[in-house]
């Protein structure tokens, strides 16, 4: 085995050389928001550091690295999917199936689906929330924010989002609630929303006891958990008084989202080890490649490889130093450890929310130093799919989809986008891809060579992001314009 190969294959943890499994963590992530995304990466590590996986990568539906980039990122052929959801519904049973590239649709089994994709025997569970065991989770968030309670005189609320379009969505929130009101822990147990009846606002109406611990059933803290509903239901933080209720004065104790405690890990871990039913898988041949390809890069510049606005420079001791360009010579900068540089580069210098990575907005002050079996964890950190997508780009293997397709393939509020126009969809790409340092090849622009052979701004983007596709859509809602009669309606 040649130094390069023995390098990388420090990457595993847990694992035979060249052989394991991957495991991925699907959440929905927030073009607004970064915070949603945070509870993915908690538990992400939280399973690495167990070494039960050869390797345990994140994706996202609103966020980088995307649910169409994940299987070419994957590093062995047997991989497990895990949605990160707190209920089934549309998501689990519909986008993701259909992002990923299973022919399924609907409610998935208990033992959940089983398929080849790209040469990889792909295993799809059902979302952690459907397990026995979050009763117990949404007790413990109940325990922290309460404290010891009169089971007499305390009953408890799990708060789920709900939605009119998918009842099965309620199902996690009611199985939950009738497990912990069969234990007697509570005077009662109400299973409460906020898109449906029983809707949260009665929360009064509807429960007797004069403390109430309301637990949202959410997978993340985001908009919803953290300002519309403290503020739709008048609370002023973990414990808020209400003096002149009818039928006296009330309690009101308000937790944390069950997503984010960490026994959903556990949880996980369980779900995914009731599904282990294959050996150990080998490496995918394209996957070693294109690690085997960036150490070469990285090596052979005098000065250190370019990519976008990140230079990558080689150390004395056989690691690197990455850090923006605009940083290139500074002392100053603020060491960032590799297990924190995801989070790190995905806001801005004025803490905004980076949800594509590539977007000319990098900030400024850091650096992070890693040894070169951690080089591409560290450049996927900061601009997640780019080495794998310059790879096969490279090597001529790189899928390019249209927009028409992309546009197809949208469901739900967002199946608004077939009927763009081509101005429609070129307005939108002005206030999207031009801040972003992706080549467009599925809008037909040209991309000679990659960073890898040389060009720093040789980013390929093979699809329109999420972003885009948000972007179309509200250019329909301001500017309506019907195509004329046979016109393209792909750029």
């Known amino acids: 085995m040649d130094k390069t190969s023995q390098q990388l294959e420090v990457v595993s943890t847990g694992t035979a050389a060249g052989v394991g499994r991957t495991l991925i963590l699907l959440g929905h992530g927030s073009h607004l928001n970064a915070d949603s995304a945070a509870a993915v990466r908690r538990h992400a590590r939280a399973v690495r550091a167990q070494g039960r996986f050869g390797e345990v990568l994140e994706g996202y539906w609103k966020e980088e690295p995307s649910l169409r980039q994940l299987l070419r990122l994957a590093r062995f052929r047997d991989v497990t999917v895990v949605p990160l959801f707190v209920s089934e519904g549309y998501f689990t049973g519909t986008v993701i199936p259909r992002e990923l590239g299973f022919e399924w649709r609907g409610p998935v089994p208990p033992g959940g689906l089983s398929t080849v994709l790209e040469g990889r025997r792909v295993h799809y569970t059902r979302p952690y929330g459907v397990h026995p065991d979050m009763a117990e989770v949404i007790a413990a968030r109940a325990t922290e924010v309460c404290g010891e309670w009169s089971p007499e005189r305390t009953a408890l609320v799990v708060l789920g989002h709900g939605t009119g379009r998918d009842r099965q969505s309620q199902q996690a929130i009611e199985q939950a609630a009738a497990a912990l ?33 309301i637990v949202p059933f959410f997978a993340s803290e985001g908009w919803h958990t953290q300002d519309t509903i403290p503020h739709d239901l008048g609370l002023t933080g973990a414990v808020t008084e209400f003096p002149e209720l009818p039928g006296g004065p009330r309690r009101v104790f308000y937790s944390r989202p069950v997503g984010t405690h960490p026994a959903v890990t556990r ?106 079996g951690e080089l591409r964890a560290a450049l996927h950190a ?107 309606t792909h750029v």
Do not use: K, M
């Not at 580069?345 to 594509?356: E, S, V």
């Open 267 to 372: 949880v996980i871990v369980r779900l995914v080890e009731d599904s282990l039913d294959a050996p150990l898988s080998p490496e995918e041949p394209a996957w070693r490649a294109a690690g085997e390809a960036l150490l070469r890069a990285a090596r052979s510049s005098g000065g250190g490889l370019s990519v976008g606005e990140v230079q990558v420079a080689p150390l004395p001791g056989g690691g690197f130093d990455l850090r923006s360009q605009e940083d290139a010579g500074h002392s100053d900068l603020t060491p960032v450890a590799l297990a924190d540089l995801a989070a790190w580069t995905g806001r801005t210098a004025d803490g905004a929310h980076r949800p594509i990575r590539t977007q000319r907005s990098l900030p400024r002050g850091w650096r992070a130093e890693v040894c070169a």
């Open 382 to 488: 900061v601009y997640p799919a780019v080495l794998e997508e310059a790879s096969a780009w490279e090597n001529g293997a790189l899928p390019v989809v249209p927009w028409a397709d992309t546009a197809d393939r949208q469901s739900g509020l967002y199946a608004a986008v077939q009927r763009a126009g081509p101005a429609q969809v070129a307005r939108a790409r002005s206030t999207t891809c031009t801040g972003c340092l992706r080549t467009p090849l599925w809008a037909g622009e040209p991309l000679g060579t990659t960073f890898l052979a040389g060009d720093p701004q040789g980013l390929p983007c093979p699809e329109a992001c999420t972003l885009l596709v948000a972007a179309v859509r509200e250019e329909l809602s301001s500017h309506q314009e019907t195509p004329a009669q046979g016109e393209v």
């Open 181 to 213: 009101r069969g234990r007697g822990r509570f005077a009662e147990v109400q299973a409460l929303y906020l898109d449906q009846a029983p809707r949260v606002d009665d929360w009064a109406a509807l429960t007797r006891s004069p403390d109430v611990v």
